[in-house]
């Protein structure tokens, strides 16, 4: 079984989980790995690239080899999927999430000594992030710091670090998970600062009704396809077409319910919208469409308009 992955070292980290997770089910496979817009065009912020071609800087070309038979399957990072796909293609499987929290690492976390927590950076540290979700939470929590693009593969980000570029950067922990890196970090507390939907999760593509997507089954996780569902329902909601800071973020409690939280900024992080609820999960996608629903009413819809006029 021939499976599709971008060449950074976190996207073949990913596919080797999946490769392996397979081959305990009997499944020998092959990785192929596919160059996208994304890896391609590292001089622009991301959200720029996502107003030249669309959603899916990191996808589109991956879509195209899936669609035309080149590969069997997809391994992608689950935040990184548009929320409007191929009708031809399906997400299979959703693997058991990784941890969904952002992480601040600074010069001495890539060493020996502990990283500098958020709450000690001094005022005008320079950090990096290509979000513009982080870039505007990171405004919120501390208008004092000098937020600066930051592009590249996790080994690229973390080489400009060494070098002095940034004082500290913000990446995803599960990353740091996946490649098995032992270094220093901050973990952002969630209740300022809500993840990208889907972040911490890796999904599995392949083409509807096909052979390899009835394996390929085997390995969702039920628990992590409710709580993805429920973020990519909020955020689809609020709709915009376009890149905007909001985040999802959504959490099985007791079994049979979901706490749900999200928000929309604007770009400068000045002004947001958030809500935080518990819905059951008998149900789940009526009520995860009524919290978009409420989200956007309580001027998160506003927002999104906004953001995408920039």
Same mark, same amino acid.
């Given at each position: 079984?021939?499976?599709?992955?971008?060449?950074?070292?976190?996207?073949?980290?990913?596919?080797?989980?999946?490769?392996?997770?397979?081959?305990?089910?009997?499944?020998?496979?092959?990785?192929?790995?596919?160059?996208?817009?994304?890896?391609?065009?590292?001089?622009?912020?991301?959200?720029?690239?996502?107003?030249?071609?669309?959603?899916?800087?990191?996808?589109?070309?991956?879509?195209?080899?899936?669609?035309?038979?080149?590969?069997?399957?997809?391994?992608?990072?689950?935040?990184?999927?548009?929320?409007?796909?191929?009708?031809?293609?399906?997400?299979?499987?959703?693997?058991?999430?990784?941890?969904?929290?952002?992480?601040?690492?600074?010069?001495?976390?890539?060493?020996?000594?502990?990283?500098?927590?958020?709450?000690?950076?001094?005022?005008?540290?320079?950090?990096?992030?290509?979000?513009?979700?982080?870039?505007?939470?990171?405004?919120?929590?501390?208008?004092?710091?000098?937020?600066?693009?930051?592009?590249?593969? *996790?080994?690229?980000?973390?080489?400009?670090?060494?070098? =002095?570029?940034? $004082?500290?950067? #913000?990446? !995803?922990? &599960?990353?740091? @998970?996946?490649?098995?890196?032992?270094?220093?970090?901050?973990?952002?507390?969630?209740?300022?600062?809500?993840?990208?939907?889907?972040?911490?999760?890796?999904?599995?593509?392949?083409?509807?009704?096909?052979?390899?997507?009835?394996?390929?089954?085997?390995?969702?996780?039920?628990?992590?396809?409710?709580?993805?569902? *429920?973020?990519?329902?909020?955020?689809?909601?609020?709709? =915009?077409?376009? $890149?905007?800071? #909001?985040? !999802?973020? &959504?959490?099985? @409690?007791?079994?049979?319910?979901?706490?749900?939280?999200?928000?929309?900024?604007?770009?400068?992080?000045?002004?947001?919208?958030?809500?935080?609820?518990?819905?059951?999960?008998?149900?789940?996608?009526?009520?995860?469409?009524?919290?978009?629903?409420?989200?956007?009413?309580?001027?998160?819809?506003?927002?999104?308009?906004?953001?995408?006029?920039?």
């Amino acid at each position: 079984m021939i499976i599709g992955t971008r060449g950074s070292a976190l996207a073949l980290a990913q596919a080797d989980i999946v490769a392996r997770e397979l081959q305990k089910i009997g499944t020998e496979t092959e990785v192929r790995t596919i160059k996208t817009h994304g890896d391609v065009v590292t001089d622009r912020p991301l959200h720029e690239l996502s107003n030249v071609r669309g959603v899916g800087a990191f996808v589109r070309e991956i879509d195209e080899h899936s669609l035309a038979g080149d590969i069997d399957i997809a391994v992608h990072s689950m935040k990184d999927i548009p929320t409007i796909r191929p009708e031809q293609l399906v997400t299979a499987a959703i693997l058991k999430r990784d941890p969904p929290y952002d992480v601040l690492i600074t010069e001495g976390g890539d060493g020996d000594e502990d990283s500098m927590s958020i709450d000690d950076l001094p005022a005008g540290a320079v950090i990096g992030t290509s979000s513009l979700r982080r870039r505007a939470q990171l405004h919120r929590f501390r208008s004092d710091l000098d937020i600066i693009d930051l592009r590249g593969n *996790i080994n690229t980000r973390m080489r400009k670090l060494r070098e =002095g570029v940034y $004082d500290g950067i #913000i990446l !995803a922990e &599960a990353g740091l @998970v996946r490649l098995g890196w032992d270094i220093g970090f901050d973990r952002l507390k969630i209740d300022h600062f809500i993840p990208s939907a889907n972040q911490g999760t890796i999904a599995v593509v392949t083409l509807k009704d096909s052979g390899a997507g009835d394996l390929v089954r085997a390995l969702d996780h039920s628990q992590t396809r409710i709580e993805t569902e *429920i973020e990519r329902i909020v955020i689809s909601v609020l709709g =915009g077409g376009c $890149d905007v800071p #909001i985040g !999802a973020f &959504a959490e099985m @409690v007791g079994g049979d319910r979901v706490r749900v939280r999200a928000e929309v900024l604007s770009l400068d992080g000045s002004r947001y919208e958030r809500v935080d609820e518990t819905i059951p999960v008998e149900g789940y996608v009526e009520h995860a469409e009524r919290v978009g629903v409420e989200l956007q009413a309580k001027g998160g819809g506003a927002l999104v308009k906004e953001a995408c006029r920039y």
